[in-house]
Each structure stands twice: as C-alpha cells, then as structure tokens.
C-alpha cells in the first residue's frame, strides 16, 4: 500500500512529515480529493505551499467585518504542480480542487498545526 495514499470522493488527507524540535516549523503532504472545498480561513502562521500534483485554486480575501468575521475576495492563486503561493501569519484563504485529479501538496508552516486553535475558530463567511 502506498505510504501517502491520494484522497479518495469527499476526503482531506493530511501526512505529517517532519516537524523540527527546535523550531516548531512543520511539514506536511496534504492530499484532496476532487471537488473537496475549504471555508475562507487563517492559519496565524505563514505557510509555504507547493504543487506536486493536481489543481488546488486558493482565494485570498481581505476582512470586512471582524466582529461578524466576514470577508471579501481580493484575488485567486491556483497552484499546480511546480507553483508555490506563500501566505502570511494573518492572511485568509480557501481552497478548492479543481479537475477530476486528487492533489498532492507539500504545505509548510511556521508551527506545527496542532499548536493552532481549533480550525472553526480561525473560519470566514465569504460575503
């Protein structure tokens, strides 16, 4: 069996690879299956993401209303195999895979993402 299977219908794999003891900074395969979709978010570190393999579209968004925690689209990155996007600590994104490929991704970030609140509370509603 393959070590780092690609998402099968509707799943987000995520494979640790190494996560540095001195200084926190993580990386990981990320692999999702065609169609999977992620709600605008921040991840209060910066990431580093690099195509492998298939198609993950990231829309970058600016806040619009912080108490509602409500954003507006400002820009659309995709990122295929041999492209990179960077993102900083307080930037917002989705992401979507588009094509009918899983993709593979190497995602690496300034800490381990364990150490990061809960994901529902770093989502946006998309105005």
Known sequence: MNRYRPADK??????????DSKSGIALYLVSDASGVESPP?????????????GIE???????????????SEVKTVPVGPGEVITLAEDDIHS???VGSQSTYHLHLYGC?????????TRTFSAE
Not at 57 to 70: I, P, Q
């Open 95 to 97: 992401t979507a895979v």
């Open 57 to 71: 579209l990231n829309r970058l968004y600016t806040a619009t209303e912080h108490e509602n925690r409500k954003v």
């Open 41 to 53: 978010h921040i991840h209060h570190t910066w990431a580093i993401i690099a195509g492998i393999s």
């Open 112 to 120: 381990d993402l364990k150490s990061l609140p809960a994901f529902n």
């Open 10 to 19: 509707n799943e987000e794999l995520l494979y640790e690879i190494t996560i």
